[in-house]
């Protein structure tokens, strides 16, 4: 009987570093008092600038310069070293150059700080050895001491709640918004900033977090404190890189128990290492899909653009969980409303036509050239019978079909559009039901935007394609399922032992009875060492027969012409058997060749790739796509963290765009689905299980049909 895998972690080996407890980084990220180390007379040097970024901070603030001391420096007291401070100050800016930090650190140390944040660049970022080791004595310093470091090169941290502007980013007292909502952790200081400066114009934000270098503290740790701030429905994560990827899952399993969504976006997406894998799947699992794969498996919501990430996080910050998929689209302007249908249509979102009980109030309230439907054009005459207006949004808001209603916005002039934008708050109150302003009008900042965005109620998005692409991740968001252990295979064992030593290629024999072991369906092949024995061989088979290059120095057989097909008789065997050795010496004579593998024609279907490799950041990866030797050609595939379950795998199945094929396109027989995604969970366990011993490995094709699965070939470079 099989047994449920064991819980483990992606890559097999030794867990991730836990996260830090935000209890231990309290006083550095939500600090009570604050010292300044290195603050000077000049406003605009990074001490002094921010010093007067805290001109709101309610606790004592510290400046510490001996050239400026016992004097005030933008209204705060300078004293001669940190000793003096008559308290422990619960978070330390280091304003000083790379040279002068570690003697700073000690004092933060003697005098028993919360926690340090450090400006300085100069360490690893530049690539140089000597500043790579000095900046791992650094962490390893402060991890001794159990001292918190925010950077290095990092431009620092806010904490709206507190007024705790600790950064020398310019002007953060003009970001009035009221504090609560989103939380910002990014690896880049200036893109972290950007995004806290949505505060200035009514975007309600409670914290703010800048990694930079990620000496001690990496965006898992920050964004994981920033979870526990009671004020914090929802976290807008951007990210470059980690020491250790699968931290992310870590960070994922600490939101889920908060019960507080992250909106992640990932920074450089791209995969020009990815083409130098000995494997089709080695080059088709880049670093962006691994990247994606993570966020979905940490229950992460993934944007793909910069301009999407806060918007999105602002939507799941203030918006209740979906009471229906359907969208009810409510406007004043036709063209505005084909506008957004066409953006919902093309991300397939749910727009039904209103219930008949619902018809009948827009009928009734709706000049005859409006139209009562979905899209509801109200016509402009709104403007001037706000009765109909009403009863409309009440009509729509009441039909149990729609879960959240997108509120197109053409205009920006003062007198209406901020009243607009608060009449529409009793009807988000009354029905718990999000209503989504389209802001169109190229005023960008115009007073109603500013308005919606400082509303609780109002959900602000400057494009439509956003608004309808976070719509389509929210309704995702919620209907996810959890994934649980997949079956270990009877014969995962064997198959794990027949592994073989360091930097082999398994020949497609051994291969292929590896992915046998573990429930993989895999064809028949007898080997033949001559033209004669091949002729044998096909004859006990049956013909047609396939003759493949049996060569353990050569992955990809196609491209010698180690591919023979629809060998109807014994003569076509032993000119096929001629042509491919000669091939194979032609094209690669120092590799060995031990003949061929004569295997029988495969059963027609659809041809798949099932792949995995193993990933610098998350472990052992599962691929699945449409296949053959336009694998690559393509790129239609699915990837997951393995292992994972049949449910989950036939979910990658159904996120191809040739699914259509799998499922009786233009009526050709159905492929038992059922089978294909056991055969890649049973994969994916043997991948999850061989963890670093297993490379890259590839079932290339897996032929689906309505008989099953098999697969005809096979590769699997071990480590």
């Not at 935007?449 to 968001?477: C, G, K, N, T, Y």
């Not at 194979?584 to 029988?600: I, S, T, Y």
């Not at 094709?701 to 699997?716: F, K, Q, S, Y």
């Amino acid at each position: 009987m099989q047994q449920p895998v064991e819980a483990r972690t992606p890559s097999g080996g030794a867990g991730p570093e836990a996260l830090r407890d935000p209890a231990t980084l309290r006083r550095l990220l939500s600090p009570r008092s604050v010292a300044v180390i290195g603050v000077s007379a000049e406003a605009t040097r990074f001490g002094g600038r921010t010093v007067t970024n805290l001109v709101n901070f309610d606790g004592p603030v510290w400046g510490v310069n001996p050239k400026y001391a016992g004097q005030q420096l933008h209204g705060r007291p300078c004293l001669a070293s940190l000793e003096e401070i008559p308290d422990s100050p619960d978070c330390v800016l280091i304003a000083l150059p790379r040279e002068q930090l570690m003697p700073a650190l000690e004092a933060c140390i003697r005098k028993g700080a919360g926690g340090i944040i450090a400006f300085a660049s100069g360490y690893g970022e530049t690539g140089l050895p000597e500043r790579v080791a000095e900046e791992e004595a650094l962490r390893a310093r402060c991890r001794e001491a159990g001292l918190p470091l925010l950077g290095v090169n990092c431009l620092g941290m806010v904490d709206h709640v507190r007024k705790a502007g600790v950064t020398f980013m310019p002007e953060y007292v003009r970001m009035t918004a009221p504090a609560g909502g989103v939380a910002i952790t990014s690896q880049s200081g200036a893109l972290g900033y950007a995004l806290m400066q949505a505060a200035e114009r009514g975007f309600s934000v409670c914290h703010m977090t800048t990694a930079g270098n990620a000496t001690d503290l990496d965006v898992c740790d920050l964004a994981a404190y920033q979870l526990s701030m009671p004020e914090c429905r929802a976290v807008a994560l951007a990210v470059e890189g980690l020491r250790d990827g699968r931290r992310l899952l870590l960070l994922g399993e600490a939101a889920r128990k908060a019960g507080k969504p992250i909106v992640a976006l990932k920074l450089g997406r791209g995969d020009a290492g990815a083409a130098a894998a000995a494997s089709h799947t080695g080059s088709l699992a880049g670093s962006a899909l691994a990247w994606s794969a993570a966020f979905r498996r940490a229950g992460m919501v993934e944007v793909e653009d910069f301009d999407a990430l806060l918007e999105t996080a602002g939507l799941f910050a203030k918006a209740p969980q979906p009471k229906a998929k359907g969208v009810a689209i409510i406007t004043p302007s036709g063209g505005a409303g084909i506008m957004a249908a066409d953006h919902a249509e093309a991300l397939g979102l749910d727009m039904p036509q209103p219930l008949p009980e619902t018809e009948k109030v827009l009928r009734a309230a709706i000049p005859d050239f409006g139209a009562p439907r979905n899209p509801c054009d109200l016509t402009a005459q709104v403007a001037s019978n706000p009765a109909s207006y009403d009863a409309c949004m009440e009509a729509m808001l009441s039909d149990p079909q729609y879960g959240c209603a997108v509120i197109p916005q053409v205009y920006s002039h003062h007198a209406t559009t901020v009243g607009r934008m608060e009449s529409l708050r009793p009807y988000a109150a009354k029905f718990g039901k999000p209503l989504l302003i389209a802001w169109i009008p190229e005023q960008l900042e115009g007073p109603g935007a500013v308005h919606a965005d400082s509303v609780p109620e109002l959900i602000l998005f400057r494009s439509m394609r956003r608004l309808m692409r976070a719509v389509q991740l929210w309704q995702e968001f919620y209907a996810r399922e959890e994934q649980g252990a997949p079956e270990r295979p009877a014969g995962l064992g064997d198959a794990l032992a027949a592994l073989s030593g360091q930097g082999a290629v398994l020949t497609e024999t051994a291969a292929k009875a590896l992915f046998a072991r573990v429930g993989v369906p895999v064809t028949e092949e007898r080997r033949a060492a001559t033209a004669d024995a091949a002729a044998d061989q096909a004859a006990a088979l049956g013909f047609p027969v396939v003759l493949k290059l049996d060569s353990p120095d050569i992955a990809h057989k196609t491209e010698v012409g180690g591919v023979k097909l629809h060998l109807g008789d014994a003569a076509a065997v032993r000119a096929a058997f001629a042509e491919i050795v000669a091939g194979a010496r032609r094209h690669a004579p120092e590799a060995r060749v031990d003949g061929v593998l004569v295997q029988p024609m495969a059963r027609k279907g659809v041809e798949l790739i099932l792949g995995g490799r193993r990933d610098g950041q998350f472990g052992p990866m599962v691929l699945v796509g449409t296949g053959g030797v336009q694998a690559e050609l393509w790129k239609d595939v699915a990837l997951d963290i393995a292992p994972v379950t049949p449910a989950r795998a036939e979910q990658m199945l159904r996120s191809l765009k040739g699914f259509p094929l799998l499922d009786g396109f233009r009526g050709a027989p159905k492929a038992d689905i059922a089978a294909v995604a056991r055969a890649v969970s049973a994969f994916s366990v043997l991948l999850a299980e061989a963890g670093d011993r297993i490379e890259e490995a590839e079932a290339n094709p897996l032929i689906a049909g309505e008989w099953g699965c098999l697969a005809v070939d096979g590769l699997v470079k071990c480590s």
